[in-house]
T-cell receptor, first 112, second 111 residues
Framework: TAGITQAPTSQILAAGRSMTLRCTQD?????MYWYRQDLGLGLRLIHY???????GKGEVPDGYSVSRANTDDFPLTLASAVPSQTSVYFC???????????FGDGTRLSIL | GQQLNQSPQSMFIQEGEDVSMNCTSS?????WLWYKQDPGEGPVLLIA?????ELTSNGRLTAQFGITRKDSFLNISASIPSDVGIYFC???????????FGAGTRLTVKP
């Protein structure tokens, strides 16, 4: 089934460690996004990529980095995790900038 | 940045009842979207609205893009148990990656 695959589904990580969350889409969408979802705050955009080779900062980018080496993959890296980064992370994609976004099933990350 | 106010935060209704939820913004959006999220899954797109005043239906769901471009509502008619979940509104400016989400409406449907 076509769609967005995120890995891992959940992870417990010690503070100070690094972690890369993986996201792959097989819909040949140009744009991809990373959000975090926290209780009572809805989803907030961390970083985005309009097309392979380009990235941009969203609403809450600090502490996170992304890369977009090809159309299908958009990994999110936490270089040195802190407890405030405990959240559920969702990857999304859209045909192009400004188009409706489609979401993966999320990665639940706990930083201790 | 733009903030979306979604209400109500939660609703407890009887199966068969109609439901209405809405979203307002301090800024203008070019696109309004409504998503539903089930536990352990990502949000799923229900309806996308692209023009002020637009009224769009998807089965028992109806959504409208407000004339001022600062609000939208979602109605669910004749609710059923599988309507349970969290509903999110989202607004996006044209050619802008900054899609903003409301905090969600948690819907519980009692059989």
């Amino acid at each position: 089934t076509a769609g967005i695959t995120q890995a891992p589904t959940s992870q417990i990580l010690a503070a100070g460690r690094s972690m890369t969350l993986r996201c792959t889409q097989d819909m040949r969408h140009n744009a991809m996004y990373w959000y975090r979802q926290d209780l009572g705050l809805g989803l907030r955009l961390i970083h985005y990529s309009n097309t392979a080779g380009t990235t941009g900062k969203g609403e809450v980018p600090d502490g996170y980095s992304v890369s977009r080496a090809n159309t299908d993959d958009f990994p999110l890296t936490l270089a040195s995790a802190v407890p405030s980064q405990t959240s559920v992370y969702f990857c999304a994609s859209s045909i192009g900038q400004g188009q409706p976004q489609h979401f993966g099933d999320g990665t639940r990350l706990s930083i201790l | 940045g733009q903030q979306l106010n979604q209400s109500p935060q939660s609703m407890f209704i009887q199966e068969g009842e109609d439901v209405s939820m809405n979203c307002t913004s301090s800024s203008i959006f070019n696109t309004w979207l409504w998503y539903k999220q089930d536990p352990g899954e990502g949000p799923v797109l229900l309806i996308a609205l692209y023009k002020a005043g637009e009224l769009t239906s998807n089965g028992r769901l109806t959504a409208q893009f407000g004339i001022t471009r600062k609000d939208s509502f979602l109605n669910i008619s004749a609710s059923i148990p599988s309507d349970v979940g969290i509903y999110f509104c989202a607004g996006q400016a044209y050619d802008n990656n900054d899609m903003r989400f409301g905090a969600g409406t948690r819907l519980t449907v009692k059989p």
